[in-house]
Each structure stands twice: as structure tokens, then as C-alpha cells.
């Protein structure tokens, strides 16, 4: 066998095995449904968090979070590990009685959103779940979207802990 051939054969063999050891691409979802189900899967098999690391350095314990909206059903809902959904950081300005401040927001977005890129509600401005921070950049706390507009408030200063 030539020389040339032996490189030629070589080279062969390096391309299709290091194509071997890729990851080939997931098919595409055949409906939001399958989407929905997959994602829904993974985020239960990962870990539950005792507390949410917010941005400004805390790890703030999620137990008062939920027990506060449980008491609110029907009017609050969240989701036991929202802080596993895809998320977004913001800075926004929110009008208050004293006037515009800007502030921070990290905003989370449910598996919908993610799977069904074609949905949308124009009245949810915040994600489906939003941390709130002041203008010091101090955690305020959650608010959950409850649909037509309306976000369920969660604050911190409420759940009987401060930093």
C-alpha cells in the first residue's frame, strides 16, 4: 500500500471517528406537546433548592415563598423549581408615588415559552415568575403571573427574614 494511501486512509479514519464521539443534534420536537413532556422530565430530575441565590449575593430561603403563595391559592401558583426555567436579566424602570426608579429584574419564563415560541401573552411583562430588586440592588422579593395582567406579590420583607 502507498504511502498516500495510508494517509488517505488515516485521515478517513480520524474524520468518521472524531464524528463518532459528536453529539448529534436532538430531532426536532414533533409538537409543543413532546416539547412540553421532555422538558417537564428533565427539570424533575434535578435537584429541589432549599434557597434561591439572588443577585445581589443572598441565598434566600424558598420554603417562606412557597408557604405564602399556598395560602394565597387559588390566586398564587408557583411552581416548585421555576429557578430551573429558562431566565433573563433586566434593568427596567418602574413608576412609583415618588417617581421613575431603576431597578433590576430577573425574570423567569416557563417551559411553554420555551416549547411553543408562537405564544405569547402581552400582559405578562415579567416573565412568569419575576425577583424584584431595589434601586441599591437589594433583593425585594417574587412575584408570580397569574394570568390577564395580574402578578401574585411575594415580598421578602413579609416571610420573617432579612439579610
Known amino acids: 500500500m502507498s504511502p498516500h494511501r495510508i494517509v488517505s486512509l488515516l485521515a478517513l479514519l480520524v474524520v468518521f471517528g472524531l464524528g463518532g464521539c459528536a453529539r448529534v443534534a436532538p430531532p426536532p420536537d414533533a409538537s409543543p406537546g413532546d416539547c412540553l413532556r421532555r422538558n417537564q422530565a428533565r427539570i ?43 431566565s433573563e436579566i433586566a434593568e427596567i424602570v418602574s413608576t412609583t408615588a415618588r417617581g421613575p426608579v431603576s431597578h433590576r429584574v430577573r425574570m423567569y419564563h416557563n417551559i411553554l415559552h420555551a ?12 416573565g412568569d415568575v419575576a425577583e424584584f430588586y431595589d434601586a ?15 402578578y ?12
Open 44 to 86: 424533575e430530575e434535578l435537584p429541589a433548592w432549599d434557597c434561591l441565590p439572588t443577585l445581589d449575593g443572598q441565598c434566600v430561603p424558598l420554603r417562606p415563598f412557597f408557604d405564602a403563595c399556598s395560602a394565597l391559592w387559588p390566586d398564587c401558583v408557583l411552581y416548585a423549581k421555576f429557578y430551573h426555567w429558562d
Open 115 to 126: 416549547c411553543d415560541p408562537d405564544y405569547q401573552d402581552s400582559q405578562r411583562t415579567h
Open 136 to 150: 441599591a440592588g437589594n433583593f425585594m422579593g417574587l412575584a408570580v403571573y397569574m394570568g390577564q395582567g395580574v
Open 152 to 163: 401574585c406579590p411575594l415580598p421578602a420583607v413579609d416571610r420573617g427574614w432579612r439579610p
